[in-house]
């Protein structure tokens, strides 16, 4: 358990800035001493797992972390902080679902209740170089399992920073307990069901009760932030978030992405951005567009759709599984298709194909998770196109390969 800052956080952090940290010169060091584009040393009692080039990991006092930093990246405007919102909820929902379903039980999950939500707390934060975000959501909770993860997000010059910490409890239920305990005798004579669903989950998860239960995984992991928070410090951050058109001279046309998507750095001929809520790596949308050299004839709508239906079936990532593919002309000179596919994380593809003037062809994809609706990724997917604006002079004209990156 974070209590207080010690000296030995500080020693750690001047020895890796020197390079002469115990675990060498690896990412957990790059990080201690600033590089990646935040400089961060864990607290006191911290204890090295694993240090990969990308990623590490860790415990302290029974608190899990885990560092990372992603090829992706992060709006955090706050005219689309309700659309942040949304998404997180959403996709901290569906991986409740995924997470929860691999554990035995006797009772139904929490989320079939749609009013009751994993996500605890999502929170703009002002850190030390650069805009944040803290987010802290249930993995699982039922009775002997309860898993609570917080993320800290830095948006960097490099992608996204992501720190994790999550804490388990194999007893539970004596947190709501004892303030359910509590209410009751602020409301002698009220049914302890009704009171139950009056008070909802909020009541229980309030910061203002962590101090009466200190082992209880989300006091811990609030710790953890808090510890973060105080000791994070980004070093290279992130271009602002603009909203508005995107110019890709690289595929010869200017493009609107939806809200909330960030262009990545790639090729010439292919331009991606990602819509990212509450992680690096979970619940991730991803636009991609690209461009084919004069393969399309004119007004052939038939030989579309099959370009179309044979670049859904590229986009399928190996190992995939429960794979259907749809493709059909949407006019004279473009067409549509969709993938949907099961496995570890569901996920559905939509794509649009178009013939430009030169003859050829453009293609439009966007995929998510399969919870977010179809009817939406379409009509993001449809203003995008229309959105399309040719450029002058014409930019140079590549292929594109490994169609399947485009569902991530």
């Known amino acids: 358990m974070i209590r207080a800052a010690g000296g030995r956080t500080a020693r750690a952090g001047r020895l ?15 990080i201690c001493a600033g590089g990646r584009g935040v400089r961060f040393a864990p607290p006191p009692g911290f204890e090295l797992q694993t240090d990969e080039r990308d990623a590490w990991t860790g415990v302290e006092h029974g608190l899990g972390w885990q560092c990372a930093v992603h090829d992706v990246r992060l709006d955090l405007q706050p005219q689309h902080h309700a659309l942040l919102v949304r998404d997180a909820e959403q ?15 006797d009772r139904p999950l929490r989320t079939d209740d749609p009013s009751w939500s994993p996500l605890v707390e999502l929170t ?4 030390s170089g650069g805009p944040g975000l803290t987010v802290i959501h249930r993995m699982t909770y039922q009775p002997g399992h309860e898993v609570i993860m917080g993320h800290l997000l830095a948006p960097v010059r490099a992608g996204l920073f992501e720190l994790r910490v999550f804490g388990r409890a194999a007893t539970t239920g004596m947190r709501e307990s004892v303030l359910l305990m509590l209410a009751g005798r602020e409301s002698p004579g009220e049914d302890p069901i009704a009171q139950m669903r009056r008070l909802g989950q909020a009541h229980y998860d309030d910061p203002a009760h962590d101090a009466r239960f200190p082992d209880h995984p989300l006091t811990r992991v609030r710790e953890g932030l808090a510890w973060a928070l105080a000791h994070l410090e980004v070093v290279e951050p992130d271009a602002p978030a603009v909203d508005g058109e995107v110019e890709l001279p690289g595929l010869g046309c200017a493009v609107v992405p939806p809200p909330r998507y960030r262009r990545l750095e790639r090729g010439e001929g292919v331009a991606q951005f990602t819509r990212v809520s509450f992680a690096g790596t979970d619940g991730v949308q991803l636009l991609t567009l690209a461009r084919m050299t004069q393969v399309l004839p004119r007004a052939d709508a038939a030989a579309i759709a099959r370009l179309a239906e044979e670049l859904a079936r590229a986009s399928v990532p190996p ?4 794979v259907a593919v749809e493709a059909a002309p949407d006019g004279p000179e473009r067409a549509r298709a969709a993938v949907r596919q099961d496995g570890e994380v569901p996920r559905h593809t939509l794509l649009r194909v178009l013939r430009d003037a030169g003859g050829d062809a453009r293609v439009v994809a966007l995929a998510a998770p399969r919870s977010t609706p179809e009817a939406e990724l379409a009509a993001d997917l449809d203003g995008v196109v229309a959105s399309l604006r040719p450029l002058a002079p014409d930019g140079p004209r590549r292929r594109w390969w490994k169609p399947w990156s485009w569902s991530r």
């Open 16 to 30: 890796a800035r020197a390079g002469a940290i115990g675990w060498g010169m690896g990412f957990f060091a790059e």
């Open 91 to 105: 996709q901290t929902r569906d991986l409740f679902v995924l997470v929860s379903a691999r554990l035995p039980r």
């Open 124 to 127: 703009p934060r002002a850190l």
């Open 319 to 322: 190992g995939a599984t429960g």
